[in-house]
């Protein structure tokens, strides 16, 4: 039992007063949309007061028992509560003010009251975005990743290249390129599998070539389903796998899983995101950003497999985010050949 709220119906009117400095006298608790929070339980708190905003976001652990085990495994709730605790002040990017937190480490209780993000509109994964907005995206990342360069002073976040995060892709992959196969055969043919079917016993080499220094503070999640964007910045939402990892880690992610091939093609992502990360001094050949940006596109095919093995296809917005995730991350492997990074592995 932790000693305060690890889940909506435990919060009180006391405790949301103390803990904003402000009276609370009365309030109302609404879950998010469809698809908002399935490792993390994300709500919005509307409150009757007259000093403080009237509606915050409160996170949670997940309800479901099987979500919780997975954010466990991956410290996704510690790695939070970690960047709002000791980074998100510290970096130049826009992300919802941290109102409070609290963490339990006997038992990885947690939450999270966040300022409520209003006047933007929320990027989604499937539609995709312009070559404009994917500008302010790369930009924000670029920043973000130059402000946190050679990242071992921030001691509570995780190395990427871990046991688990090698065990949980290969076996993910192994088990998940098989149903991908039968349930996108158009996407998945059988040259494209029969190239990827060792893959899995890659993952670690691959991996631990990735996670080569230098390395920077990574979101860990930057797709845009976690963008709020405006017509002249972006800010970034859920940093449930923020971790050091490579700085094209982000760049990889976003670029070859969100974005549309007309935008994709639009700009050579990887020279404009370069030119942004060296304008205030980091040293860092273009080649070797051009290198690791490979590798990463080849890694996060399996986010796609994972996820796309694991979505439920009766409902459209999950077909549709499987499609989109799978076939764009497809696409930019053909155009990269990164599946002939294999043979060299």
Not at 169 to 193: C, K, Q, Y
Request: hydrophobic share 40%; net charge negative; proline share 3%.
């Amino acid at each position: 039992m932790s000693n305060f709220p690890s889940q909506p119906n435990e919060l009180t009117k006391a405790w949301l007063s103390d803990s904003l400095d402000y009276a609370v006298d009365e309030f109302s608790v609404e879950p998010l949309g469809e698809g908002v929070g399935v490792i993390g339980l994300v709500t919005r708190v509307t409150m009757d007061t007259s000093e403080g905003p009237k509606t915050i976001i409160a996170k949670f652990p997940a309800a479901a028992a099987e979500n919780r085990m997975v954010a466990n495994m991956y410290t996704m709730y510690l790695r939070e509560y970690e960047f709002y605790s000791r980074i998100a002040e510290i970096v130049p990017i826009r992300a919802p003010a941290c109102l409070h937190a609290e963490y339990d480490h006997s038992n990885d209780n947690f939450v999270l009251l966040l300022e409520e993000l209003k006047d933007y509109r929320l990027g989604d994964q499937v539609i995709g975005c312009s070559v404009q907005e994917a500008e302010l995206v790369i930009k924000t990342l670029a920043t973000f990743h130059r402000s946190t360069w050679n990242p071992a002073r921030f001691e509570g976040i995780n190395d990427h290249y871990s046991e688990a995060q090698v065990q949980g892709m290969s076996a993910g992959f192994e088990m998940g390129w098989h149903v991908v196969r039968e349930n996108f055969p158009d996407l998945v043919t059988e040259d494209i599998f029969n190239q990827a079917i060792g893959m899995h016993e890659k993952i670690d080499t691959l991996l631990s070539q990735i996670c080569r220094s230098p390395l920077c503070i990574a979101h860990g999640d930057l797709r845009l389903d976690n963008v709020f964007i405006r017509d002249d910045h972006i800010a970034l939402v859920d940093f449930q796998a923020t971790c050091k990892s490579a700085p094209e880690h982000d760049l990889a992610y976003f670029v070859t899983q969100s974005l549309k091939r007309d935008v994709r093609n639009a700009k050579d992502w990887v020279r404009f995101y370069h030119e942004e990360l060296i304008s205030e001094g980091v040293e860092y050949s273009l080649e070797d950003c051009r290198a690791r940006y490979r590798e990463c596109a080849l890694y996060f095919l399996c986010y796609a497999v994972v996820i796309c093995s694991a979505l439920d296809l009766g409902n459209e917005r999950g077909k549709l985010m499987a499609e989109t995730l799978l076939g764009n991350s497809l696409e930019s492997i053909k155009e990269l050949e990164a599946f002939e990074l294999l043979e060299t592995l």
